[in-house]
């Protein structure tokens, strides 16, 4: 870590940036992430490291991703939990989430789909068109794959601007089900060795299994301290280290996260919290938070509450499920890469019951005050599943607040009216 600022202009322009509109963003969210993060009180000495990645973020990370390229690496890019990076990082490439979490060039966008399409999609079209993602143009191969309506309609005018790629995934979770996503991983070996002109092999694939492994292990200590009542982490700091998980060196993510863990659960055992003990403490399920959506986390901590958990694809659904390590054939490891993937619980599936269990599961593991189901506007998977996942968890005894949004600031003085009076009433 220098202190020096490092220029690197040159490098966005090589990648083809539109550099005023790039300047324009990394100053908002430089700001956003100044005011919500900041701010915060009592935090783990060990968000340093993710302040750090923050602070850089289209800088020294962009950089690893440009030296890695020009040393014959490829990198790929993914929009969804289904895609295996274990696959990517076994046949020699390295894989980065793009962040989908901001409203950007809608109005471009809106010349493409229609304007009732859900914020993340927007946004993954309004970061391209707008070009001010350097993750996306750093890729040299995106994945796209068949899970709702309009990200599948959307990869199609993605992939007319960009090298795309896309798996298709049942919607079932049945034994043929299975063996079809199977297949697909097959398929998309194939691809990926064309890619990067390696093949992957049994023993690249086991260490890699094991390395995104030890990453998600990082991940479920770092949360399992959340269980702590004061929590020692807010639930703002405990989602940015899941959305950074996506793009940051995994050795090195793991080790710090290891690191957050060890603090964290010091904290816990001293009753050191972020807020005091008796906060309400609640439990967010619902459609992804991409970087930098931060929107909902920072109306309940403001408002006196403490989130504990994220039942999501940034949350529980990307570390609680760990691929099987006794494997020693590359058959073997894709039975269980296709079991491990494939019992994700996300709305695109029917039926999608796993989501509920895990649902009252956490609640009770985390000792919940009431959960928010959170769906995008205009996300019809979600938004159908709310009203059955808000019954049954309140059959369960824990009040639920069920909340539509977007990316836009306009609703947060409503949101937070009703959020504030969720936790008085949980209390
Ligand atoms: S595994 S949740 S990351 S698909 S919010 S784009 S569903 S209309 S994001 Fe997702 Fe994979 Fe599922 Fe997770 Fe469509 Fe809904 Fe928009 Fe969504």
């Known amino acids: ?64 991703l440009d030296d890695f390229r020009k040393s014959g690496g490829k990198v790929v890019g993914t929009y969804c939990l289904y895609v295996p990076e274990e696959l990517i990082r076994a046949a020699g490439g390295w894989s980065v989430g793009i962040c989908a979490g901001a409203e950007w060039a809608y109005d471009q966008v809106e010349q ?64 043929k089900d299975v063996a079809f996503w199977r297949s697909e991983l097959v398929d998309f070996i194939a691809k990926l ?4 002109g390696k093949k992957v092999t049994a023993e690249a694939l086991k260490a890699s299994i094991k390395e995104v492994n030890d990453k998600r292990r990082a991940l479920q200590r770092v949360n399992a301290a959340r269980a702590a009542d004061p929590s ?33 659960e010091k904290r816990a055992a001293a009753g050191i919290g972020v807020a005091p003990k008796g906060a309400p403490r609640i439990l967010i399920t619902g459609t992804p938070m991409a970087l930098p959506n931060w929107k909902l986390h920072e109306i309940v901590e403001k408002a006196g509450g403490v989130v504990v958990g994220e039942e999501m694809c940034t949350g529980s659904r990307y570390y609680e499920k760990l691929v099987d390590e006794d494997a020693s054939t590359l058959d073997e490891m894709l039975d269980d890469l296709a079991e491990k993937y494939l019992d994700i619980n996300c709305a695109c599936f ?54 539509e949004t977007d990316y836009s600031a306009e609703d947060v ?15």
């Not at 602070?55 to 950089?63: D, F, P, Q, T």
């Not at 703002?236 to 993510?253: E, N, T």
Request: proline residues 5%.
């Open 193 to 196: 060795e064309e890619l990067t």
């Open 413 to 427: 003085g409503q949101l937070s009216t009703r959020v504030e009076a969720f936790l008085e009433m949980v209390k």
């Open 350 to 403: 029917t039926p999608n019951t796993g989501r509920i269990d895990d649902i009252i599961r956490m609640a009770g593991d985390l000792k919940v005050d009431g959960v928010i189901d959170y769906a995008l506007s205009f996300c019809g998977t979600y938004q159908i599943e709310s009203a059955g996942v808000a019954k049954t968890v309140q059959d369960a005894g824990v009040p639920v607040l069920r909340i």
């Open 1 to 64: 870590m220098s202190d020096t600022p490092v220029d690197y202009h040159q490098m966005w322009a090589d990648l083809g940036l539109d550099l005023p509109m790039h300047d324009a963003l990394l100053e908002a969210v430089g700001g956003m992430y100044g005011a919500t993060f900041m701010s915060q009180a009592n935090r783990p000495e060990g968000m340093g490291y993710l302040d750090f990645v923050m602070s850089e973020v289209h800088g020294l990370r962009i950089k690893e």
């Open 112 to 175: 493409i789909l229609p304007r009732n399409t859900c914020a993340l999609i927007k946004s993954m079209m309004g970061f391209k068109l707008g070009k001010v993602c350097p993750y996306l143009e750093e890729a040299d191969l995106l994945v796209g794959e068949t899970t709702c309506d309009g990200k599948k309609k959307a990869y199609e005018e993605l992939g007319k601007m960009q090298n795309l790629y896309t798996m298709e995934l049942p919607q079932m979770k049945r034994p």
């Open 232 to 264: 020692p982490i807010s639930g703002l700091d405990a989602l940015l280290a899941v959305q950074v998980a996506f793009y940051d060196d995994v050795p090195r993510f793991t080790q710090m996260m290891n690191a957050l863990a060890d603090e964290l």
